[in-house]
T-cell receptor, first 112, second 112 residues
Framework: GENVEQHPSTLSVQEGDSAVIKCTYS??????FPWYKQELGKGPQLIID?????GEKKDQRIAVTLNKTAKHFSLHITETQPEDSAVYFC???????????FGAGTQVVVTP | NAGVTQTPKFRVLKTGQSMTLLCAQD?????MYWYRQDPGMGLRLIHY???????AKGEVPDGYNVSRLKKQNFLLGLESAAPSQTSVYFC???????????FGPGTRLTVL
């Protein structure tokens, strides 16, 4: 089955710096790659997603890149702010149906 | 528009007791999902439904049953709770597969 590995598990950055989280997947049939942000005590919320026919997608300070050949995708957050502190999860969609397989999560802490 | 709601928010059970978690969505979504979240393991799919009256097994279905009698509701049942089922449970819904999933606020379950 699909295995999604996410690194790092924790990331501490200074406010204003950039943060990068990387994920790798094993099933080449995966074609949808969402990123979710989870704040303490809340459910995950989608922040950006990318499909396999696109190499990069950007939404304001957030961007995602996808390398299908290498089977890895990354989340980039620029000009980090304290409200970016949360746990971030990547996910892939093994097989043809589209069930999400999540990474283990990255705890991001933005210090003022 | 409440989105996805879950009841209860917290519950403590003794080993062997049963309970039902209720998920409701008011977005007219066809697809609904139940996940469990454990430290360091991301979210794992328990069961899902692709429409009213349908259910299917996810990654970790053992010990759980589900029902989708109405389109807006998805119930998760534990017939005989075990300490290994101590977790945070999230319900989610989506309009289509391979589309954004909307998550509820979660239910924290402790089995003693």
């Amino acid at each position: 089955g699909e295995n999604v590995e996410q690194h790092p598990s924790t990331l501490s950055v200074q406010e204003g710096d950039s943060a990068v989280i990387k994920c790798t997947y094993s099933d080449s049939a995966s074609n949808y790659f969402p990123w979710y942000k989870q704040e303490l005590g809340k459910g995950p919320q989608l922040i950006i997603d990318i499909r396999s026919n696109v190499g990069e997608k950007k939404d304001q300070r957030i961007a995602v890149t996808l390398n299908k050949t290498a089977k890895h995708f990354s989340l980039h957050i620029t000009e980090t702010q304290p409200e970016d502190s949360a746990v971030y999860f990547c996910a892939a969609t093994p097989g043809s149906w589209g069930k999400l397989q999540f990474g283990a999560g990255t705890q991001v802490v933005v210090t003022p | 528009n409440a989105g996805v709601t879950q009841t209860p928010k917290f519950r403590v059970l003794k080993t062997g007791q049963s309970m039902t978690l209720l998920c409701a969505q008011d977005m007219n979504h066809e697809y609904m999902y139940w996940y469990r979240q454990d430290p360091g393991m991301g979210l794992r799919l328990i069961h899902y439904s692709v429409g009213e009256g349908t259910t299917a097994k996810g990654e970790v279905p053992d010990g759980y049953n589900v029902s989708r009698l109405k389109k807006q509701n998805f119930l998760l049942g534990l017939e005989s709770a075990a300490p290994s089922q101590t977790s945070v449970y999230f319900c989610a819904s989506s309009y289509k597969r391979l589309e954004r999933q909307f998550f509820g606020p979660g239910t924290r379950l402790t089995v003693l």
